[in-house]
């Protein structure tokens, strides 16, 4: 049984650019939640995607923007990268009509923005 | 004041020890409370679940939940090498995929 894959594994991108992260949920959920861990720092949730609609979103500007597939995959995209952008990138799947609404996380996508 | 505030450490400690990791929150709304651990450029793994106060244990690690002081703990006994390691822990205020709220994390280094 695939848990929750992600790619690339690392980034290297400057300031200004654009950028998109990729996350395959674990097989049978349905729910994608994005999660920005900077150094030194627990992860904050930056929005979820079920059904192909973005349900909630935390306190993230626009800049960072997602989608998700019919297949339930889904990608996190950030524009206008700033230095502060640097992070791992943590996506968690989950079953929105689970007994348990257990996240499961990947293994995170490293960005540094130079 | 952060909802949820965590020491980061790091904590060092000899194999065997007992070990306790601590989270204190501000908001008493949040029942589910979680602890995740990180190891070193992977992603968090989901250690123990709990529902309101109460202790849950689960082989060598035990959770605490005080509600009444919003205070929750994880007690890890005989600790191992392979125990080292970052411990998060994450709460909502309400199950069905609600966002976690996480701590900073916990580095844990035990020493053979």
């Known amino acids: 049984d695939a848990g929750v894959t992600q790619s690339p594994t690392h980034l290297i991108k400057t300031r200004g650019q654009q950028v998109t992260l990729r996350c395959s949920p674990k097989?049978?959920?349905?729910?994608v939640s994005w999660y920005q861990q900077a150094l030194g720092q627990g992860p904050q949730f930056i929005f979820q995607?079920?059904?192909?609609?973005?349900?909630q979103r935390g306190n993230f500007p626009d800049r960072f923007s997602g989608h998700q597939f019919p297949n339930y995959s889904s990608e996190l995209n950030v524009n206008a990268l700033l230095l502060g952008d640097s992070a791992l990138y943590l996506c968690?799947?989950?079953?929105?009509?689970?007994?348990?609404?257990?996240?499961?996380f990947g293994p995170g996508t490293r960005l540094t923005v130079l | 004041q952060k909802e949820v505030e965590q020491d980061p450490g790091p904590l060092s400690v000899p194999e065997g020890a007992i070990v306790s990791l601590n989270c204190t929150y501000s908001n008493s709304a949040f029942q589910y409370f979680m602890w995740y651990r990180q190891y070193s450029r992977k992603g968090p793994e989901l250690l123990m679940y709990t529902y309101s106060s109460g202790n849950k244990e689960d082989g060598r690690f035990t959770a605490q939940v005080d509600k009444s002081s919003k205070y929750i703990s994880l007690f890890i006994r005989d600790s191992q090498p392979s125990d080292s390691a970052t411990y998060l822990c994450a709460m909502i205020p309400r199950a069905g995929n609600t966002p976690l709220v996480f701590g900073k994390g916990t580095r844990l280094s035990v020493i053979a």
């Open positions: 097989s049978g959920h349905d729910t």
């Open positions: 968690a799947s989950s079953l929105v009509s689970g007994e348990t609404d257990t996240q499961y």
């Open positions: 995607y079920y059904e192909e609609e973005e349900r």
